[in-house]
Each structure stands twice: as C-alpha cells, then as structure tokens.
C-alpha cells in the first residue's frame, strides 16, 4: 500500500533556530496537510495546500510558519524561530481531489524545542 | 463544521465486540461520517465511511440512523492491538480542505 513518508523521525532544536520538516506525500494525490499533536492532546489542523498554494489554514499557522512544494515529489514545512509551545508531533498528510475525507498520514516527526 | 461528541473512555474484553457511538446533531445534508483509528505516536487511520444505512468492510461496520444525528462504529471480536483513539468526524463530501479530529473516544482492550 503507499504510504506517506516523513523525515526526520525525531527533531531537535533550540529554541529561535529555524526547522525543516518534510514529506513525500502518495504520488497521485493532490492535496497535502499538515497537522500537529501536542502530547496528550488532540490533532490539530495547521494548514491545507493544493495546486502550489494554500487552501485553507488555521489561526495556529501563523507567519512563523510556511509550507512549500520545492518539486514534484516532496512537502515542507518551515518554522522560522521555533518557540517552546511549538513542541508536537508534526504529521503530514495527503489525499486524492474528490475524497477528502480520506487522508493518509504519515508517522510524523517529533518536533523537540529546548 | 459539524461538532461531534463521543465518549472519552471505555474498556472492553478481548474477543468482545465494542460499539462505539458518536453524537453529530447538525449535519448537513452534504456531510458525510468518517471514522479515523490513531495509536499511540502514529498518524490517524482512516477506518470507514459513511452518508446512512449500513456501511462494512474489512476492519468495521459503520450503523447510521436515518436522521443521521448520530453513529455507531462497531467492531467485531477487538483484540488488543485494536487499543487506540478513533475519532468521529463530519465533514462535507467533496468540498473539504480542513478536516477537524475532536478529542476522539480511547478504546481500551483487556485481556
């Protein structure tokens, strides 16, 4: 079955410093997400994006924050100067256009800010 | 968007079949009912879909009155791998680019 991958598995970094996290999202599909996940707390929506530009994004995804799609395969998202509160679980996802109620995630990366 | 409400916690008994039931008064008439499975530190699961009556696959069934204010996901004879947090989730088909997860229902299996 494909699968959404992510890289790194586990992020850590000081607190300020800039974060790279990405993704390979299904090949054929065409909307990507990112969500994040607290510790004990729900998962949370940041933003969506579809056809090279943001769809929708929520009050969480703030100007610290940007996602890309530098080529055909891969998904990024950038924390400019992370903050302690933006530790999480940070899970990618993708879906197809007409069934966006199925996302397929990735295994995340363990966002750690010190 | 809308809200769901499910119940926090429960237990069950490997072998037993567990009912899970979420509440989702206004939907609309465009929504449809997806239920997601998420273990601990991994991404959420699609599990199954719904618009009303009866849907079953591999994994569960999904019962959805004909109001459709509420569902069930039933799945058959849990084992303890099938301990996880599944979300209940109504969203409209085919237009929706922010899918929300609540705070989901932790199913516990004991053996």
């Given at each position: 079955?494909?699968e959404v991958?992510?890289?790194?598995?586990?992020?850590?970094?000081?607190?300020?410093?800039?974060?790279?996290?990405?993704?390979?999202?299904?090949?054929?599909?065409?909307?990507?997400?990112?969500?994040?996940?607290?510790?004990?707390?729900?998962?949370?929506?940041?933003?969506?994006?579809?056809?090279?530009?943001?769809?929708?994004?929520?009050?969480?995804?703030?100007?610290?924050?940007?996602?890309?799609?530098?080529?055909?395969?891969?998904?990024?998202?950038?924390?400019?100067?992370?903050?302690?509160?933006?530790?999480?679980?940070?899970?990618?996802?993708?879906?197809?256009?007409?069934?966006?109620?199925?996302?397929f995630?990735g295994?995340?990366?363990?966002?750690?800010?010190? | 968007?809308?809200?769901?409400?499910?119940?926090?916690?429960?237990?069950?008994?490997?072998?037993?079949?567990?009912?899970?039931?979420?509440?989702?008064?206004?939907?609309?008439?465009?929504?449809?009912?997806?239920?997601?499975?998420?273990?601990?530190?991994?991404?959420?699961?699609?599990?199954?879909?719904?618009?009303?009556?009866?849907?079953?696959?591999?994994?569960?069934?999904?019962?959805?009155?004909?109001?459709?204010?509420?569902?069930?996901?039933?799945?058959?004879?849990?084992?303890?791998?099938?301990?996880?947090?599944?979300?209940?989730?109504?969203?409209?088909?085919?237009?929706?680019?922010?899918?929300?997860?609540?705070?989901?229902?932790?199913?516990?299996?004991?053996?």
């Amino acid at each position: 079955e494909p699968e959404v991958t992510q890289t790194p598995s586990h992020q850590v970094t000081q607190m300020g410093q800039e974060v790279i996290l990405r993704c390979v999202p299904i090949s054929n599909h065409l909307y990507f997400y990112w969500y994040r996940q607290i510790l004990g707390q729900k998962v949370e929506f940041l933003v969506s994006f579809y056809n090279n530009e943001i769809s929708e994004k929520s009050e969480i995804f703030d100007d610290q924050f940007s996602v890309e799609r530098p080529d055909g395969s891969n998904f990024t998202l950038k924390i400019r100067s992370t903050k302690l509160e933006d530790s999480a679980m940070y899970f990618c996802a993708s879906s197809e256009y007409r069934d966006r109620e199925k996302l397929f995630f990735g295994s995340g990366t363990q966002l750690s800010v010190l | 968007l809308a809200k769901t409400t499910q119940p926090i916690s429960m237990d069950s008994y490997e072998g037993q079949e567990v009912n899970i039931t979420c509440s989702h008064n206004n939907i609309a008439t465009n929504d449809y009912i997806t239920w997601y499975q998420q273990f601990p530190s991994q991404g959420p699961r699609f599990i199954i879909q719904g618009y009303k009556t009866k849907v079953t696959n591999e994994v569960a069934s999904l019962f959805i009155p004909a109001d459709r204010k509420s569902s069930t996901l039933s799945l058959p004879r849990v084992s303890l791998s099938d301990t996880a947090v599944y979300y209940c989730l109504v969203a409209l088909h085919y237009g929706n680019n922010r899918l929300a997860f609540g705070k989901g229902n932790q199913v516990v299996v004991i053996p």
